[in-house]
DNA sequence: CGAGATCATTTCGGTTCCGTATCATTTTAT
DNA sequence: ATAAAATGATACGGAACCGAAATGATCTCG
């Protein structure tokens, strides 16, 4: 991954990942699933509603929802933490780290193909 | 070790901007329509509905729509082919070429931020 | 000239998502 | 014990989007 970038460059690499997502979108996740799938798999646990939706900057429904739909797919879990009822936990599923590392190896392939 | 870290490093990068996106949030863009976007201003002209569904593997409605969408945040403009009526050609707008720009600027920054 | 092809848009019914407000459960503090 | 706070989920009306099909405009070519 070389990291000396242009902005064209960059740019390329990014429309290059949005437009794979798009073509062979197995799940047609938004930008704030997308956000909410990467913070859960690739950030030490553990994970709140209430701590996500901090972090987004946006309200609790929107992480809700976005569990729920991404849930639908198999690609999270969530439980209730057992220490505080109030909470719960998300959790990452086999499904959801195949997804993930397949998305690692396309931005991976993607930015090996730039023009350097 | 290294072998490891560096799609780690990839989805670190993608993570980053995906959250910048949905925090500051200036339009709310949907994959789709940043795939549309980043199509138009990086991509020679002409750029017409079909041949972009064509790229994307969408129908056109979805193009349409896009364009629709992002056509009132002022980021891309739209006018009929004078060689050819039934085309419509999209183009480019100084809000849009500065949306990308800065959207540049943030990939680069984010690379740059990564812990090689 | 006219039939068919091409292109973008619109329509349709249905789904999902939005933000705000409210609810139910659990914890904390008095 | 009980009121207040905290947490996640749900209800609601409205908006955006979906794919498929229909529509309107334009072009091609016999």
Redesign the interface.
Known sequence: ?Q?E????Q??????E???S???DDAH?????Q??VL??V??EPPPHTIRGMAA????TKPVITRALDTMGGYGLVDRHRDEKDKRNVLVKRTVKGALY??K???L??AK?RGLPL
């Open positions: 991954m990291i970038l242009k902005p064209f960059a740019l390329t690499l990014w429309k990942i949005a437009i997502e798009v073509r047609d996740l938004t930008m704030r997308l956000a990467l913070t798999y690739l972090k987004l900057k946006v993930v590392e998305l690692g190896d931005v991976i930015a």
